[in-house]
């Protein structure tokens, strides 16, 4: 493992990398953390509740141990999420909202933790400052293929639920809960848990022993699952649902080879007056139909269609998204994005469709 240079002697072979959770490493990490007088905690493009609950639960357990913390994205968070901000909406620093205050808050701290993105570059905008950033970074991830060399001190697990989970670990090895949920303070493991759950699909997929043990011990404290699940999962506006049904109806296609996609275009968005978050599950539903393998969603934007993908066990989400789609993730859920001009010349509907069919079409052997 290379070193960055400027970089102060936190970087050594064990603490550069690891697979799972020691001791050693957290005591680092709170190490890092105590010695820091303004710390950013940053996370992912487009925001999901995974992506708000790690980055709200480490800035609870930062801020309860008294020190200066504010988490920086480059653009906003959902609504469908504003429960989880609650009075911390005033600690979260948007870059596309406030640019300038934002890079300013960065230049001026002196830790950087990134949370639930495995390179600079899922914060997109803030890639450079980070990049340029010469104070100590710490990584807490989930994804595969995590850019280790950019970080002082990496904490990457793949088999887990999700980066709340994994942060929760982290917390329950610092001498501060001693193991002990009951001692996380309460809105952090409030977060936690909801961003456990959103990862999981309410515990549909990605789910270890580990997964229902934290779920487990933090039902034991106290937590109220079933309010974090009604704010969730029972709290959707209507048009979400009217949407659902037309694109299962008319504008799924189901491939010869079981892919099934749907394109959600900038015309039927606006509609239905879908904001952002609203299609969140969507692209799960079709892998209920017996023989579909991977569903794809496509949502269009300006210069590019968005891209979601979900896989059954056998073919891969990640390699798909990372061949075809600009992107990567987990295993069987994975994410990236179409050029228009670049991947898809004229940046039409129909050229994107096209391109879905050849690309999986090739990718699962067809022909
Ligand atoms: P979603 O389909 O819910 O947006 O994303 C599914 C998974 O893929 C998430 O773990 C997300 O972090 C990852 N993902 C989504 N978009 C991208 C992307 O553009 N690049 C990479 N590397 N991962 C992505
Ligand atoms: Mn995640």
Known sequence: MTGRAGTPSYRTARHGFMTGIDKSSVALMLEMASKASGITVVTHTRPDGDAMGSSLGLLRFLTAAGKDAVIVLNDRYPDSLSFMAGEDAESILVYEDEPEKTAGTVRKSDLVFCLDMNSFGRAEKLEGLLREKDCPKILIDHHLNPDTGSFDLVFSKTDI????????????????????????????????????????????????????????????????????????????????????????????????????????????????????????????????????????????????????????????????????????????????????????????????????????REFLGGK
Request: net charge negative; glycine share 8%; aromatic share 8%.
């Open 161 to 360: 639920s999700s980066t709340s989970e994994l942060l929760y670990h982290i917390l329950m090895a610092a001498p501060e809960t001693g193991g002990d949920a009951r001692r996380l303070p309460v809105k952090c493991a409030e977060a936690l848990l909801t961003g456990m759950t959103t990862d999981t699909n309410n515990f549909s997929n990605s789910v270890f022993p580990s997964t229902f043990r934290m779920a487990s011990d933090l039902l034991g404290a106290g937590i109220d699952r079933n309010a974090i699940v009604a704010a969730l999962y029972c709290n959707y506006r209507e048009n979400r649902y009217r949407l659902t049904g037309r694109l299962l109806y008319e504008n799924m296609v189901i491939t010869a080879e079981g892919v099934a996609y749907m394109i959600l275009d900038k015309a039927m968005a606006a509609e239905y007056d879908i904001r952002e978050g609203e299609t969140e599950g969507i692209v799960n539903i079709p892998l209920g139909i017996k023989n579909v393998r991977m569903s794809i969603l496509l949502k269009e934007d300006e210069d590019r269609f968005r891209v979601s993908v979900r896989s059954k066990e056998g073919v891969s989400a990640n390699r798909c998204a990372s061949m075809y789609f600009n992107g990567g993730g987990h295993e069987l859920a994975a994410g990236g994005k179409l050029l228009k001009g670049k991947d898809i010349p004229d940046g039409t509907v129909r050229e994107a469709a096209e391109y879905v069919e050849t690309r999986t």
